[in-house]
């Protein structure tokens, strides 16, 4: 029997990164998966990749800072699904900038997604374990950034700190449902998302973050998907209010390289990238209706 045989998992972001990542590993193990995102078109391939397990997946365009939203995807979720077993809230934004310059916009749609997202995701789901009374196992994506950051980085980093300390304290409530809240602290994870951090294969960001990488590689969506994997499942039972970090070893290496020419070209091109994707996506992050 696989790990999550006959389970439900409820993820919000799976229509991409790291998200889609465990919505598949899931999947194998044999959950139905409730894929809920801004972004239509990244949920619907992420449901085709769910079928090709033969697992069922129901597809809920919603926005993670909107608790109506929310409170409507996890009844949704039950009506449809059936159940409600997992929940894993691992949408999120990146908004960097100097503290000089950054916009209060940006400020607060970060904060919006990455920390109101999810708390109204753990919340929605949580009151539904409850009502159903099977227990349930929930998952917050945190991120090295929670310990380590940056000029560019610290208003993502107080985010991600902020769930981090959050799941200590859902863990101590939601004990006496049956219900585990732990977090996971990714490094540098091949995603849309952490394409300027993570290069391309072979090009010059990915080559010198491989050599400054203890594990000498970039992370992939499926090396967090195992963990999500284990917390979810029999194994993960005693773990409950936990924080783990999974890096490749990059919290403890100290000063990178400086970047070369060409790593300086495709970091910029890589940025342009993000920031069209960031247009894109903004109007979806905007609508709360
Ligand atoms: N990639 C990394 O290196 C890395 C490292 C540490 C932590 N993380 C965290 O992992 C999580 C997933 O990131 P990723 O790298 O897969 O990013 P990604 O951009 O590839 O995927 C994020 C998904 O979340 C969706 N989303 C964004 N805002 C939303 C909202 N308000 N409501 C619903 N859906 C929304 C997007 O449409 C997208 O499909 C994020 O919380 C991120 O902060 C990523």
Redesign the pocket.
């Known amino acids: 029997m696989a790990s999550q045989d006959g389970k439900v998992a409820f993820i919000?972001?799976a229509?991409?990164?790291?998200?889609r990542g465990i919505a598949v590993r899931l999947a194998s193990e044999g959950a139905n998966i409730c894929i809920?995102?801004?972004?239509a078109d990244?949920a619907e391939e992420t449901a085709n990749l769910v079928g090709q397990h033969g697992r069922s997946a129901h597809v809920i365009r919603?926005?993670?800072?909107s608790e109506a939203h929310m409170k409507r995807a996890a009844a949704q979720c039950v009506e449809r699904l059936g159940r409600l077993d997992v929940a894993v809230a691992?949408?999120?934004?990146?908004r960097g900038g100097s503290v000089l310059e950054m916009s209060v916009k940006d400020w607060q749609d970060q904060l919006d997604?990455?920390l109101t997202?999810v708390f109204l995701t753990v919340q929605a789901t949580a009151q539904q374990m409850v009502k159903l009374g099977n227990g349930g196992r929930i998952v917050c994506?945190?991120?090295?950034?929670a310990e380590n950051t940056s000029a560019n980085m610290w208003s993502y980093s107080a985010t991600?700190a902020g769930v981090r300390i959050m799941v200590r304290g859902w863990a101590q409530e939601l004990g006496q449902y049956a219900i585990t809240v732990n977090a996971i602290g990714?490094?540098?994870?091949e995603?849309?998302?952490?394409q300027g951090?993570?290069g391309e294969e072979g090009g010059p960001i990915r080559q010198a973050l491989e050599r400054r990488t203890p594990a000498g590689r970039v992370?992939k969506?499926a090396d967090i998907a195992g963990l999500v994997n284990f917390m979810a499942g029999s194994d993960g039972e005693f773990m409950t209010g936990a924080y783990v970090l999974m890096d490749g070893g990059l919290r403890d290496v100290r000063g990178g390289s400086q970047p070369d020419e060409d790593a300086m070209g495709e970091r910029e091109r890589l940025m342009r990238a993000a920031m069209e994707r960031r247009a894109r996506?903004q109007p979806?992050?905007d609508d709360r209706s």
């Open positions: 919000t972001g229509g991409s990164g790291i998200g809920v995102d801004v972004d990244g919603g926005n993670v800072a691992n949408a999120g934004i990146a997604v990455n997202g994506i945190s991120s090295l950034a991600k990714p490094g540098v994870i995603t849309p998302l952490a951090l993570a992370g969506p996506l979806l992050l």
